[in-house]
């Protein structure tokens, strides 16, 4: 498969590493000066490995040209621009198919090619916000935070590799191409649902919270996470592991009724021990827990060693694609320099 990835900074560039990472030729292309995502060294070797780069001033009429050209040769061409600009480059979809019928276009914006929030500006915490996924809900009137994680344009990127994994797969059997319109506040939307809390069939109102899952501070100033939900298997094993014999044979029902309460007990069982005290009491009792760790401390955990999760670049480790496959799969980890490729894609026109 080769790709011709029209787009800079993260959500789309991720969705093309993911293909790369599935063994696709990928071209990036890069206003002169390259990609301002270079100027975040590690999140650019996430978003970058492997791939090849072209630079093309897209404001010329040579680099119009070149682009269309390079489009010409490939299967997949991306976009990550607001709606419009790729018309207005003549880049469009129209554009390209008039050259390449059975192309595979993606597109990915903030708010989608249509609707009236189209043409507005955004980033990830934009799109997080109006899909719900930023307020507590109708019930929990505590202040929304800022997301630790892009969840928009990561989960946005991830769709789009998706989506042309289908249609590449269909072309396979029908020749025909596709075009794809994404749009990252529909995927955090997608994912959050219409609902605050969750129905249970036991529960007249709906559920916020559940006993026995959130994180918990331990003695050592600490923080673990306890996984509990409806299986009473793993609700029993922790009382037993925390001492609560009271609560054991409670079922799920009954624990949500009492979900401040148990939860408010378990915190106080779990202050008054260290870290590596809780969390070897729970796993010896087969109870869902785990440590908070850091991104640093995650990338030394032997579970992720033991897992060659990451790989290392010029521009330091980074996580690859969280997959095992039996065919080994592709690493690549060459961090390509602007304008590194001149000559474009490196297999054959069609």
Not at 87 to 115: D, K
Not at 263 to 268: F, H, L, V
Request: glycine share 10%.
């Amino acid at each position: 498969m080769r790709v011709l990835d029209l787009s800079v900074w993260r959500p789309m560039p991720h969705a093309t590493q993911i293909l790369a990472d599935l063994g696709a030729e990928v071209l990036k292309v890069e206003p002169p000066g390259g990609d301002p995502m270079r100027g975040y060294p590690e999140i650019f070797a996430s978003v970058a490995r492997g791939k090849r780069s072209i630079v093309c001033d897209l404001k010329t009429d040579e680099g119009l040209a070149r682009a269309l050209e390079l489009a010409r040769q490939a299967d997949v061409v991306c976009e990550g621009w607001r709606p419009g600009v790729a018309e207005r480059l003549g880049l469009s979809f129209g554009a390209v198919t008039a050259l390449n019928p059975s192309v595979i276009y993606c597109s990915l914006s903030g708010y989608g090619q249509n609707g009236p929030l189209r043409d507005l500006p955004g980033h990830d915490v934009n799109f997080q916000a109006i899909a719900g996924a930023l307020a507590r809900g109708e019930h929990d009137h505590r202040d929304p935070e800022v997301p630790r994680l892009p969840v928009a344009d990561l989960e946005g990127g991830t769709v789009c590799a998706l989506l042309i994994c289908a249609a590449w797969a269909r072309r396979l059997q029908t020749g025909d191409g596709e075009y794809i319109d994404v749009a990252m506040a529909d995927a955090v939307q997608w994912w959050v649902g219409t609902r605050s809390g969750t129905a249970h069939e036991d529960q007249a109102n709906r559920t916020v919270g559940s006993p026995g899952y959130g994180v918990f501070r331990t003695s050592d100033g600490a923080w673990i996470a306890l996984g509990v939900l409806g299986e009473q298997r793993l609700w029993d094993n922790t009382c037993r592991a925390l001492g609560f014999d009271d609560l054991s044979g409670l079922a799920f029902a009954a624990r949500l009724a009492r979900t401040k309460e148990i939860n408010d007990r378990i915190a106080s069982a779990i202050a008054g021990l260290d870290a590596a005290v809780v969390l070897a009491q729970l796993a010896s009792h087969d109870v869902p827990a785990s440590p908070v760790l850091a991104p640093e401390e995650a990338g030394r955990h032997p579970q992720f060693l033991a897992r060659e999760l990451h790989v290392d670049t010029s521009a330091g480790r980074v996580a690859a694609l969280p997959a095992r496959l039996a065919s080994g799969g592709i690493r690549p980890v060459r961090v390509p320099a602007v304008g590194q490729d001149p000559e474009g894609f490196s297999a054959p026109a069609h």
